[in-house]
Nanobody, 124 residues
Framework: QVQVVESGGGLVEAGGSLRLSCAAS????????MGWFRQAPGKEREFVGG????????YYADSVKGRFTISRDNAKKTVNLQMNSLKPEDTAVYYC?????????????????WGQGTQVTVSS
């Protein structure tokens, strides 16, 4: 059984930083790309960024490019989302997901295992 568990959410002031972590188990972690999505109240879930199986390739949504960084540690089976220069519009529930493929993908249907989400709130 595959499990994906996020941690690290919380409340931060605008301009601050947060680091989200995600641990995955139940499949060969290093064989699959990982991604982060978010969903704000009343909005659809959107892609934040993704990282390929090795960590050598990343891809980000324009809204977070230059502020967010994704990394992974295959030995620890974890993936991290470092969020800097946070804005109130970054407020959302953030989800970690494991892709069906080893390369970076950005559509939610290309991910088959999801975490329960962690709340990130950025105050103005």
């Amino acid at each position: 059984q595959v499990q994906v568990v996020e941690s690290g959410g919380g409340l931060v002031e605008a301009g601050g930083s947060l680091r989200l972590s995600c641990a995955a188990s139940g499949r060969t972690f290093s064989s699959y790309a990982m991604g982060w999505f978010r969903q704000a109240p009343g909005k659809e879930r959107e892609f934040v960024g993704g990282i390929n199986w090795s960590g050598a390739s990343t891809y980000y949504a324009d809204s977070v490019k230059g502020r967010f960084t994704i990394s992974r540690d295959n030995a620890k089976k974890t993936v991290n989302l470092q969020m800097n220069s946070l804005k109130p519009e970054d407020t959302a529930v953030y989800y970690c997901a494991s892709a069906k493929a080893s390369w970076v993908v950005s559509n939610s249907y290309e991910y088959d295992y999801w975490g329960q989400g962690t709340q990130v709130t950025v105050s103005s």
